[in-house]
């Protein structure tokens, strides 16, 4: 069977022979509660982080760090549980899972923030920069190449996976030692 859609929801499914399974769907009773539950969540993520922003911005300073670093590290905790399940799915020798575990969470993330931001901007009339350096330029263009290398095969390898950590390391390097 041809795979017509890039994302779909087998991708997400352990593959056959496999031991795990899935639930069903939850009823409207149970989804709904759940989405206003997860917007509190979210509420509650963003209060944590500006809470913990000027600590971390201490700490930032007394290491000598550029301040660029307390965004990776609020991204970094924002990430965490969807990062924990994409490391035990590979853990477990299910690659494409967490690659597809890793892939969705970056995406849901940003696809979240950004019109956050943007919204937040234009309510309370601040200027917006999104602006990247040429550095940070050539290493989204890199990213974005690879990972379309990644998903487009349709299956995930380990050599892969080591590319997209070599570039991780490679970011966070060049984030600290500008």
């Not at 769907?25 to 963003?46: D, E, K």
């Not at 670093?69 to 035990?88: D, Q, T, W």
């Not at 970056?106 to 009339?125: C, K, M, Q």
């Amino acid at each position: 069977m041809a795979r017509s859609c890039l994302f779909r929801r087998d991708y997400f499914l352990p593959e056959e022979g496999e031991l795990e399974s899935h639930a069903l769907p939850p009823p409207n009773h149970v989804a709904l509660p759940s989405a206003g539950l997860l917007f509190v969540s979210l509420v509650f993520v963003v209060v944590l982080a500006k809470k913990l922003t000027p600590t971390l911005e201490l700490v930032i300073d007394g290491v000598g760090a550029p301040r660029s670093v307390v965004g990776i590290v609020i991204a970094g905790l924002v990430l965490l549980p969807e990062g924990l399940a994409s490391y035990r799915a590979a853990k477990a020798n299910r690659l494409q899972t967490s690659m597809n575990l890793a892939l969705g969470s970056v995406l849901a993330t940003i696809g979240l923030t950004i019109p956050a931001v943007v919204g937040v901007s234009v309510l309370f009339n601040k200027p917006l920069t999104l602006g990247l350096s040429a550095k940070e330029e050539l290493l989204l263009a890199l990213t974005l190449i690879i990972s379309l290398l990644t998903v487009g095969t349709g299956r995930t390898t380990v050599l892969q996976g080591i590319v997209h950590l070599v570039l991780f390391v490679a970011f966070l390097f060049l984030s600290v030692v500008p």
